[in-house]
Structure formats: C-alpha cells, structure tokens
C-alpha cells in the first residue's frame, strides 16, 4: 500500500464510525462503506475526548487493530484522530496513514505542540487539524503553523470545519459560521478544506443539506460519520447514518468545479459572491434577531406607559456605532445610514405594539 498523498483526488470522501465500538460494528461498517466504492478514506475514533467523564472514552489501541483489518482488506487508508503523544506514537506504529485533530484539542497550544513535536519532519503522515470549539480563527492557524514549524510539509496539511460552539439557539450542534472559514482559507489559500456536517448538524435531517452547501463553497471533501445501527451508537448517536444512507448523501452530492471553463476570473468572481450571500444571510439573521428585542422593549414600555423614542438614547447609539466602526473601512455617512434604517424600522413595530 503506499503512501497516501493528501490532494490527489478531489473531492475526498472520509467516512465511518464515530467511535470503533466493537470489532464487529468497527468491520462491518465500514466494509460496507468500501465496498460501495464511493469512500476514499476509513474514519474511526478509538480515543475520544468526550465533554462529560463517564461517557464512552473510547476502545483504544484494539480499534487500531479493526481498522488495520480493513486497511489490508480494502486497501483504503485509515483516519483516526490524536490528541497526544501517546496517540501519535500508537498510531503511528499500527500503520494510521491520516491523523486528525479534533476540535476540542485544537484549541490547547501545549496539546498541539507536543502532537507536532511528535511529527518533527514526517514526511508520510497527513494531518487533518479541525476548528477550534470556539470561532477563534488565530487559534486554528496557530495550531497549523506549529505543525508547519516542526517540518511536517504544508502540501500534507488540510483542514476540517465542523462547526463552532454556540450558546445561542441554532439548529446546528455546531453552527458552520461559514464567514470564518473564508478567514481561514485566505491564510492557507491552497490548503485542502474538508467539511464535516455530522458534528455541524448534530442531527441526521440537516445533513444532506450542509454537505452541499460546502460543495457549493467549493469545499474538497466530507467526512460523514457512518454507523450499521446508528441509533445504538457508544458516541454521537443522533447524527450517525447507516453506511447505506452514507452513500446515498454521497451520491445526492453535487460537486463544483473550482474554475469555470474559463479563467480564473470566473472562479474568483463566485467565490466573492458565494461569500457575499452568506454575509448577507447573516446579516439578516441579525437583523431579525435585533427586531424581536426591539419588539420586547416595546411591550415593556407598554406596560409601564413610557414613550418611544427617546433622544438621548438614540444620540448614545450613533455615537457608540460610529466610535466602534472607526477603522472597519465604513464611512460615516454609511454607519448613519444604516443605523437609522434600522432604528426606524425598530420604533415603527414599537409603534405597532404600542397601540395594538
Ligand atoms: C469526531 O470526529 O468524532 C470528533 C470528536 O469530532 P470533533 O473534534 O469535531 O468534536
Ligand atoms: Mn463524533
């Protein structure tokens, strides 16, 4: 088997289990995934950081085992994620050909030196490093530079978006903030970016649909956790598909091409659009959100008979605006404009509410 070398097929299709639980569940999932002949790379995870202590940690080095059975069966490199030294070594010494970094690793410098310290100058190994949990851009290229430091090649190097923590109220499990992969893409331009709707989405319904979104953002592969019986999966039950249903998403997928027929000037030009409506989608979003708090405000001024429009608070918002978009490259006249767009949007539904 040699060596696999990261870019050369697009898209890259990564799937399997969340966890390799068992030998049985480890084997039979993912040779179905082989066997379809749809999937590039076999994913498991056999050490788990897992939020609460007491849930399922992970097999450990067995699983290595199964997956190394399937590598020999199916010829297909194998993908495991490492939060470690320990890991790395381990890995390393059962013939893993990709490592990944979870999310909830990325964000810890020492954990992601002392993994980089491990690869010093590995020109075989791929390694896979996710989002950060939290939507710290500097931290993900943190965690890429070090690698990139201790001689592990660039070209070996890609990245996967899964979603970023949020205390709001989404559907997600980890909303995508697509903005900030657009951040990260313009520090590593040539970089392989894989998404991973499973751990976005959280839930099998949503799938299909953040997978194609990152296939029209001109993303290079998936990786989608495939499971034989997902609802009775050790980890990650709910977004887990049957390896079945796995290449069926595969299949519904819609690839882009990164130039049109022509130039380059065509495949710049989509790109700054594709940003463009997603900008714009969440500004609306914001927008919406801004509304139903100016709404509350105005049931509260009902109650307590108090008047719309107060000056004083509205000479407090422009100044705060105007002070806090100095620099952004906005001109006054802009910030103004827009701020009073909104503001009279806001008193004309507290309006409404008011004299209901
Ligand atoms: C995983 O891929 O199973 C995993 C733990 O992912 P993340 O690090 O994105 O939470
Ligand atoms: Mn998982």
């Known amino acids: 088997m040699g060596k696999f070398v990261l870019g050369a097929k697009r898209p890259l299709i990564i799937a399997g289990p969340c966890s390799a639980e068992t030998r049985e569940q480890t084997i039979e999932t993912t040779m179905q995934l082989a066997r379809s002949g749809r999937v590039?790379?076999?994913?498991?995870?056999?050490?788990?950081?897992?939020?609460?202590?007491?849930?399922?940690?992970?097999?450990?080095?067995?699983?290595?085992?199964w997956l190394n059975e399937v590598k020999q069966a199916t010829g297909l490199p194998i993908a495991v994620e490492v939060a470690n030294r320990a890991h790395v070594e381990c890995a390393l010494k059962h013939g893993v050909d990709i490592l990944w970094i979870g999310a909830r690793t990325t964000v810890s410098p020492f954990a992601v030196q002392e993994i980089a310290e491990c690869l010093h100058d590995n020109k075989d190994i791929t390694v896979l490093v996710k989002n950060p949990m939290t939507p710290d851009i500097g931290l993900w290229a943190g965690a890429v530079n070090r690698l990139i430091n201790e001689g592990v090649p660039q070209e070996n190097i890609g990245l996967i978006h899964r979603g970023f923590s949020y205390f709001g109220q989404s559907k997600f499990r980890n909303p995508p903030m697509w903005h900030m992969i657009f951040e990260m893409r313009s520090h590593f331009p040539d970089m392989m970016m894989i998404c991973d709707p499973s751990?976005?989405?959280?839930?099998?319904?949503?799938?299909?649909?953040?997978?194609?979104?990152?296939?029209?953002?001109?993303?290079?592969?998936?990786?989608?956790?495939?499971?034989?019986?997902p609802d009775k999966a050790w980890s990650d039950a709910s977004q887990q598909v049957t390896?079945?249903?796995?290449?069926?998403?595969?299949?519904?997928?819609?690839?882009?091409?990164?130039?049109?027929?022509?130039?380059?000037?065509?495949?710049?030009?989509n790109m700054c659009r594709q940003?463009?409506?997603?900008?714009?989608?969440?500004?609306?979003d914001l927008l919406s959100k801004r509304m139903k708090m100016a709404d509350k405000i105005g049931h509260i001024k009902k109650v307590n008979n108090v008047a719309i429009l107060q000056s004083n608070r509205w000479e407090y918002i422009c100044r705060r605006m105007l002070s806090l978009t100095r620099g952004m490259g906005l001109s006054e006249e802009f910030v103004r404009t827009v701020l009073e767009a909104i503001h009279l949007e806001s008193i004309s539904r507290q309006n409404e509410i008011m004299n209901k």
């Open 40 to 65: 590039d790379v076999i994913r498991a995870g056999v050490w788990k950081p897992r939020t609460n202590p007491g849930s399922f940690e992970g097999i450990g080095e067995i699983g290595l085992d």
């Open 199 to 229: 751990h976005i989405c959280g839930c099998r319904p949503l799938l299909q649909g953040i997978a194609q979104q990152a296939a029209d953002l001109c993303y290079d592969g998936v990786m989608i956790e495939s499971h034989i019986t």
């Open 243 to 269: 390896p079945q249903d796995c290449i069926t998403l595969i299949d519904n997928m819609m690839w882009r091409e990164k130039t049109a027929n022509d130039p380059e000037f065509n495949s710049e030009l």
């Open 275 to 284: 940003e463009i409506d997603q900008i714009d989608a969440e500004l609306f």
